[in-house]
């Protein structure tokens, strides 16, 4: 296997069926990994499975609802049991999103964003750190946003989760470094997916998203697989404790 490949590689990815995560289970296993994904609908993750299939990835699902420590505790399961007990590769990439004045939430909302967003990713390292030190060489791959790097539209919850994921990303990268697992977060801009085609169907708010990045354009998923795909590869074994944002120039942009 080549500093390119993901050959025979073991991968977790989470919330696989939509969006950046879907982009990220097709691009690791065209890369050659065996993946592993998950949602909490079944019809969708069956029809998914069924593409994949036919397309020759190798690729196993299970329905969970990452929100949920049970539903987290068979997911782990599932894998350890089809992974023989060893992981390479974990991407936390479920998270969603309710946009409103910060005054406007409810405990409720405060609690779903946080479990959603940020438990789940903390309680899922903790429950694969087994796995991926099993391996010999494990990579961690996070999802946040830039909205956890400047102040967006976003939402203060959802800015928050990210901001923390940002931070575990260093803190994990630190700890588990003496298990040889790597920790990098990938923080998109917007992409179009169906997280976010209710905004940018807006477009006054589409416009000011272009005229703010330099690139001039909303990204797609595509274009955050690979960078996840890089990180995860033998080519990128010295890069640990990042976050990297994929904008379009977003985040360094001052007045351009
Ligand atoms: P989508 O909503 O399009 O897809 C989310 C995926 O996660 C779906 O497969 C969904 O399936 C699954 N999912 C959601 N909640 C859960 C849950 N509780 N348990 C298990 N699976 C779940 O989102 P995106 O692809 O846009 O976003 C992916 C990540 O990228 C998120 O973390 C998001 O914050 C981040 N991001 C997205 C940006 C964008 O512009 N789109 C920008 C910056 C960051 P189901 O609903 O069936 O469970």
Redesign the pocket.
Known sequence: PGRWSLHDKMALV????????RAVVEELAALGAAVHT????EA?LGERLKEWEARGFRVTVSV????ARDQREGLIRDVADRFGGKLDILVN?????IRKPTTGYSAEEYSFLMA??LE?AYRLCQLVHPLLRASGSGSIVF?S???GIVALFSGTIYAMTKGAMNQLTKNLACEWAKDNIRTNCVA????L????EGILANKEFEDSVKSRTPLRRVGE?AEISSLVAFLCMPGSTYITGQTIAVDGGMTVNGLY
């Open positions: 989470t919330g696989g069926t939509r969006g950046i995560g998950c949602c909490r609908n969708e969970c609802d990452l929100s990439n479920v998270g969603t999103n959603t967003n789940s999802i946003s830039v909205a998109p801009g917007y992409i997916t169906s997280l976010s998923p």
